[in-house]
């Protein structure tokens, strides 16, 4: 016999936290969630760059990023696909053992510069404020006075000067939106053990916090496309897979015609629990019906409907998934 038992309700554990927080870049409906860290995955002469180009290409015309880091040892031959980005040349990085520390120390750099903007223009605007007429500019204190002939707003007789009102750097105001891509150096020896890759793994969104957050972010966050000619070991070199902490934190996938069983096996294996093996298999098979052909699997969908794309540009919905973007 079944035994209820009684219920004693408590106070503690009932405030709901504060979820507005995501670290995550405004998209349009059918563009990818970003910061995200994705992997392209597909031999030589698949389609690696030119995909990853055409993902770019959607993003500059959303502006979605305001400064684009590479880290590549083949720039050069592969400039064609990536000068449209316009990169500074100092964003450009051969792989080393701290060339993923760099970009981070840049990133934490635009939080910085976010932060001395904010307080520039916060100044400006009670500057402002403090001289529209006579009776604001006698309640100025000393200390402000100060303030506002260190920022060149007044000379030290005490008259105003010709100033700007603070302009940020980049063409949309807001706290800079980031995007890495690596090309071929997963394996490369200069990478191993790097402390800056783990962390790129386990916290991309987070990176560079903020001072104050901004709308939904705390964190200047990076995301991270990886091109890479195997998903996991073997091969050495240049091309010895993508490692494990990166292949577990990926958000976004796409892949190329592979034949091999024990990969897919392991692509499988590791997304157990994450998706339908048997949508996986078909929404694969479907895709890969040409030798440039690619499948993008989204593990974290604005939509149950967006989870496959074939050649970016069409969704593959299966029976099973019923569109939730009106339910939200």
């Given at each position: 016999m079944s035994v209820k038992p009684k219920i004693k309700k408590i106070n503690e554990y009932n405030k709901v936290p504060d979820t507005s927080i995501t670290n995550e870049y405004?998209?349009?409906?059918?563009?990818?969630?970003?910061?995200y860290l994705m992997l392209v995955v597909g031999g030589r002469n698949t389609g690696k760059s030119y995909t990853t180009a055409k993902i770019l290409q959607q993003s500059k015309l959303d502006k979605t990023y305001d400064r684009y880091f590479m880290i590549t040892s083949s720039y050069q031959s592969n400039k064609k696909y990536w000068n449209f980005?316009?990169?500074?040349?100092?964003?450009?990085?051969?792989?080393s053992h701290d060339s993923v520390d760099k970009v981070i120390e840049q990133l934490e750099f635009e939080a910085e510069d976010w932060s001395d903007y904010i307080l520039e223009k916060e100044l400006y605007d009670k500057f402002i404020e403090q001289t529209k007429n006579s009776e604001s500019l006698s309640a100025i204190?000393?200390?402000?006075?100060?303030?506002?002939?260190?920022?060149?707003?007044i000379n030290n007789e005490g008259d105003l000067t010709e100033f700007e009102k603070p302009s940020w750097?980049?063409?949309?105001?807001?706290?800079?939106?980031?995007i890495l891509i690596?090309?071929?150096?997963l394996g490369s020896?200069?990478?191993?053990?790097?402390?800056?890759?783990?962390?790129?793994?386990?916290?991309?969104?987070?990176?560079?916090?903020?001072?104050?957050?901004?709308?939904?972010?705390?964190?200047i966050g990076c995301a991270c496309i990886f091109l890479t000619q195997q998903y996991s070991g073997g091969g050495g070199g240049?091309?010895?897979?993508?490692?494990?902490?990166?292949?577990?934190?990926?958000?976004?996938?796409?892949?190329?015609?592979?034949?091999?069983?024990d990969v897919m096996k392991k692509i499988l294996e590791e997304l157990n629990g994450t998706l339908d093996e048997e949508e996986f298999i078909n929404a694969y098979k479907y895709a890969i019906r040409e030798k440039h052909d690619n499948l993008m699997v989204d593990l974290h969908p604005k939509c149950v409907?967006?989870?496959?794309?074939?050649?970016?540009?069409?969704?593959?919905?299966?029976p099973t998934q019923e569109c939730e973007c009106n339910k939200k």
């Open positions: 405004p998209t349009s409906k059918n563009s990818l969630t970003t910061p980005l316009d990169m500074s040349e100092e964003d450009i990085f051969l792989p204190s000393n200390y402000d006075l100060q303030l506002y002939q260190d920022a060149g707003f750097k980049y063409e949309i105001e807001r706290p800079a939106q980031c690596c090309d071929d150096i020896p200069a990478l191993a053990n790097s402390k800056g890759l783990t962390k790129l793994a386990i916290m991309n969104r987070h990176i560079a916090p903020l001072n104050e957050p901004y709308k939904n972010r705390s964190a240049a091309h010895g897979g993508i490692p494990r902490g990166l292949r577990l934190n990926a958000t976004h996938l796409i892949f190329f015609e592979n034949k091999s069983s409907t967006k989870r496959y794309r074939r050649n970016l540009s069409q969704f593959l919905i299966f």
